[in-house]
Structure formats: structure tokens, C-alpha cells
């Protein structure tokens, strides 16, 4: 035996009225949607007519009344049986038109049951026949009768408002959710209440028209719009339309930083009607730096209307805009370099994330990327055309160490020690077949020239014995620039045993004994290196000098200066080379004074 389900019809009103919606003000909208479906209705059936919609608060005594009226097609008696009065019924469902409107699922209405206590309904249908009045219950009876009070053509709902929501009722609250709902809505919404009158959506909205003209000239129209109307002091704007699912709109881009895993609520209207302003299923993943203004014609909406269907419309609608975004940041590296500076720093890593993620948006964006490097700042793009090499380092005390070498031969190395500088420079070898060689001081000293002579010797044991007590080994090497006299390279265990030392320095004595174990196990490492170079000046006239006395004073200046160039931090034993070496050659200059005089 087949049996049919039974309704609990107060259950299901209670469901559909009070349950569905996160928030009681979506009357407002369903109110709005019918209308426009019923004026939409009209037009399709070849009347001419000047839409019109009109919504008046009354109030008697502690009551208000909400009268809302369109002059669209309105009801017969048998179609309020069928459609109004017939849940999940809709005349829109079954239309041949069914595209072109808003509604579908039957159930609108019955949100108005949420802030009022009954639904009452005037009607009068463009067909013809006597005007109706319907009045419904939450309890699921309604009365029918005929009316004299119905518009000429068109409907008018009318609700009585719950106490506890009447502040919905307020002139400012609805003309705040109409215009919500209807800012770009063809059609005229007016809105009275006593003495207040609005037309809600006079201003014509920038946007709109800018979405489907694409005209340059009108941008800054619409920036000014998002400046005064959204507070948003966007970076710029393009427009953005699709084919599939027909979407027109405007992508603002922000102008502050964002995360590359945040993404953006954009504000969505269906058919001209605001759905929400949290849709955040119809732009690519990836454009967490716009906000979007979009209208779309022909993507389904959820039952609740908070997102839409992931079907195939939207996926190919998405592949749309994906692909016109691309073109937008195309068009900026090709003809707005100062746009596309601006963008990439403002959102620097997001930018860089993704491009490490997404070939495509690498090879639009990578030549763009601006790096440090030892010839100065500059953009990978410009790096390329004078390196067929990508040198770089990975740490910021080997970046100062080698940067004034490599310059001076030529060599621009990179300093990749930022966030997805590694990865960025690695995948160009990938993509492009470019080599890319991470360049450590250490081995960037040894391609510096040595300089075979014995009759270094004796100043090189000399020079070595006046660094003894500090770990450092001393060669004589040609480099340029010659105006470098010496060049102070240290390897990684050598900046781990610094910072052994510097904490020993703060630590107490038992703590300090524990690091040094530690710490003679690097010393026997013997791993900085003094180059001194053999092209300059000071230090040729040093290693002809007759004091051995001078000789070594001079050797533990050039370390101490050598050691600051390259950034790397004092320890006491440097700090007391510097006092003692500055006093020394004071007293040699005042002596040399004397001697002169
Ligand atoms: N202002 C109106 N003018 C003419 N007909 C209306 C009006 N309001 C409602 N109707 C009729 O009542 C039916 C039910 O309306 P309801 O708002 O419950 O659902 P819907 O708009 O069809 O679909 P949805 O639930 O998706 O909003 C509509 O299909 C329409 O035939």
C-alpha cells in the first residue's frame, strides 16, 4: 500500500516563518522580491505600465502598520487559492519566464508571519476580474472575500507588527533595508511614514553602469562612490562580466594588506536584488586583495540565499572571472608599472604565496617581484637582463659580508632571506631553465685571487699572531674594489660561536662554564677569515712597514673595521681592540706632531 506524508501545517508555518531565516528583517526582502516578480510578471505579459512601489508605515495608537504595494500583475481569486494560499506553490516555477524572476520555492510570504500576527492581502489582477482580499493565519486558515480596497491593478500586503519587532517598522530601519535590498533595482521604491518621505533608490548607482560599459572615464565616479558610500579608499578598480551565468560587476582593490588564506565577502545582487553581502563562492580563491560589487542574472541561489548552487553555471562563471582577474594584473604589467609597484606592496606576501602556488600567477607576476641585491633594489625582471645567473644568499650577515665584493666584480647577488624569496627564486630554474646558485661568503672568498709570494710570509705569521686570541685566520687576496682594504668572512659555526660567547658574557659562572665546553669545540674550528687586500693601498704600505709593533696595531684595526662593515655584533674582546687601537694611534699622531714641530 502507498501511502502519501502528512503535513503538520502549523509546524511546517512555524518552520518556514520562524526557523529558516537568521534574521527577522528578510520580510523586507521577500516583500521587495514579490513585487518586483509581480511588476516583472506584467511586463512579460506585454502590459505597459510605469512600475511603481510604494511602502507606507501607519500607525494607530501603540500599532504600526507596514502597507506595502506594487502595480504589478496582482492575483485572481483562483490564483491566490493556488499560489498564495498553497505552500511551496509557486506561479514563478511553473512560468515559461521562470529565468527572469526572483522567486521560485512558493515559501516567501510566509517570513512575513516572523514580525506580524496575520497577512492580510489586497489584490486586483491585470487579467480582470473582482479585486480579492486574503487574510492568513499563522495557524495556517486564511479568510477570502471581495475587496474594494485593492489597488487598481496590483497588490498591496499588509502587516500588523509584533511588539516585540516593530522597531522593524521604524522609518530609518526600513528605508536602511530597502535601500539594501533595492539600491540598483530598476524599478522606484518609495517610502512614507507621517511626515517622512524617501525615494529610496533615486541615486543612480556608478557601479552598475560601469560594470556593463567598462568606460575608463567613469573609474573615478565609481572610486568616489566606494569612498563616500562604502568608506573604502580603494587602490583602484576594474570592471568584471561573464558569459556563464551572466555576472557584471566591479572588483574594488583594497587598500590594505590581506592574508593570502582570508577570503573576501563580496557583495552579491541576483537580478538586480541585493542577495548578500557575504557570498564568498563565486571569486577565485586567490582574490583575497578585492572586494567585489557583482549582479548576476543567471546563477541559482541557495534556498536561504546565502550562497549559490556549486554546479556547473558557477564553476564556469568562476573560470570567467578568474581568468579576467589574471588579465586585469596582466594589463597592469604591461601598461601601469606604478599600479602594479603599489599592489605587489601592499600585498606583498599574499602576492608571493600565491605565486608560489600557482604557475599561472607566477609567470605573470614573478619578473615583477622587487629584491635586494647587492647592485641595489630592483625587480627580478630588471635582475635578468644583466645576470645570466640568479646568485643569492640566505643570510643577511653573508648578504652585507660579500655584497660590496660581488658589486665590484660585477657579480649582483640577491639577498633572499624574506619569506618566499627561496622558493620564488628556485622555481625560475623550473619554469625557466635559468640557473640559480645559493652563494655561501665562505665560497664567494675563495674565488677571490690569491697571492703567492714568500715574502709574505713573515707579515702573514705577524699579522696571524696579532689576531691570536680571536679565532680568525689572515690571508692577503687581490679583490676590487682596491679602496676595500680587507674583507671579513664568517662562516656559520664561526656566527654560532659569537653568539656562545655574547651569552656567556651575560650568563653566570656556572652556566658560563657549560657554554664553554661548547665553545673550545668551535674554537678549534677556526672558521672567520680577515682578507686583506693586496690591491689596496693601506695595506701594501702596512706590509712593507718595519715595526713589527705598528704592523700588528694596523692588522687588529683593519679586523675591528673590516668586522664592522660587515655588520657583525662587538664582543668585549673587539670593543677593547677599538679603545686601545684608537688611543694608540692618537698618541702616535700627537708624537708624530711633536716630531714634525
Ligand atoms: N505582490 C505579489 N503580486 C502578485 N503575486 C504575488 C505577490 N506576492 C506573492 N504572490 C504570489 O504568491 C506566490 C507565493 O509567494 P512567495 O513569496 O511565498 O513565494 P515565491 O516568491 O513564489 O518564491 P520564494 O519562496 O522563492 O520567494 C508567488 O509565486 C506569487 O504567485
Known sequence: MVHSFKIDLKGIIDLLSNH??????????????????????????????????????????????LVFEDNGI???????????????RSSKRISEARESYLGQFGIGLLSCFMVSKEIRVYTQSSKGGTAACWIAQPDGTYEISQTNEAPEVGTRVILEAREDFDYLFDFENLQEDLFGYGEILPYPIHLSSGDEYAHVNAVAVPWVTYAETGDPAQKEQVLAYARERLGLEALDCFPLKTQAGGVSGVAFVLPYSTQSNSRQWHRVYLKNMLLSSQIDNLLPEWAFFVRCFLNVQGLHPTASRESFYEDELLTQARTELNQQMQAWIRHLTQHDQEGLRRLLQLHYLPMRALAVDNDEFYQLLVHSFSFETSTGHMTLGDYLKSNSV????????????????????????????????????????????????????????????????????????????????????????????????????????????????????????????????????????????????????????????????????????????????????????????????????????????????
Open 20 to 65: 529558516l531565516y537568521s534574521d527577522p528583517s528578510v520580510f523586507v526582502r521577500e516583500l521587495l522580491q514579490n513585487a518586483v516578480d509581480a511588476i516583472t510578471a506584467r511586463k512579460n505579459a506585454g502590459d505597459r505600465f510605469d512600475p511603481n512601489i510604494q511602502v507606507t508605515v501607519e500607525s494607530e495608537g501603540e500599532t504600526k502598520r
Open 74 to 88: 496582482g492575483l485572481t481569486e483562483d490564483e491566490i487559492h493556488e499560489f498564495l494560499a498553497t505552500i511551496g
Open 390 to 597: 640568479i646568485r643569492y644568499v640566505t643570510n643577511l650577515d653573508q648578504f652585507r659580508q660579500i655584497s660590496q665584493v660581488a658589486s665590484a666584480y660585477g657579480h649582483s647577488v640577491i639577498n633572499a632571506v624574506y619569506t618566499y624569496d627561496i622558493p620564488i627564486l628556485r622555481k625560475y630554474t623550473s619554469m625557466f631553465g635559468v640557473p640559480t646558485e645559493e652563494i655561501d661568503a665562505t665560497t664567494y672568498a675563495h674565488t677571490l685571487e690569491d697571492v703567492q709570494s714568500e715574502g709574505l710570509k713573515d707579515f702573514l705569521l705577524l699579522a696571524q699572531d696579532a689576531l691570536s686570541s680571536l679565532e680568525c685566520q689572515v690571508t692577503v687576496k687581490k679583490f676590487i674594489p682596491d679602496t676595500l682594504p680587507a674583507l671579513f668572512i664568517v662562516s656559520e659555526v664561526h656566527q654560532e660561536l659569537s653568539d656562545i660567547e655574547q651569552a656567556q658574557e651575560v650568563s653566570d659562572d656556572l652556566w658560563s662554564d657549560v657554554l664553554e665546553d661548547y665553545a673550545s669545540e668551535l674554537r678549534s674550528m677556526r672558521v672567520a677569515h680577515l682578507h686583506l687586500n693586496f690591491n689596496n693601498s693601506l695595506v701594501q704600505s702596512m706590509m712593507h712597514a718595519e715595526n713589527p709593533k705598528v704592523v700588528r696595531r694596523l692588522v687588529q684595526m683593519l679586523y675591528v673595521q673590516a668586522h664592522l662593515l660587515g655588520h657583525h655584533p662587538m664582543r668585549q674582546e673587539e670593543l677593547a681592540l677599538l679603545t686601545e687601537g684608537l688611543q694608540e694611534m692618537m698618541y702616535w699622531g700627537l708624537r708624530a706632531d711633536r716630531m714634525l714641530n
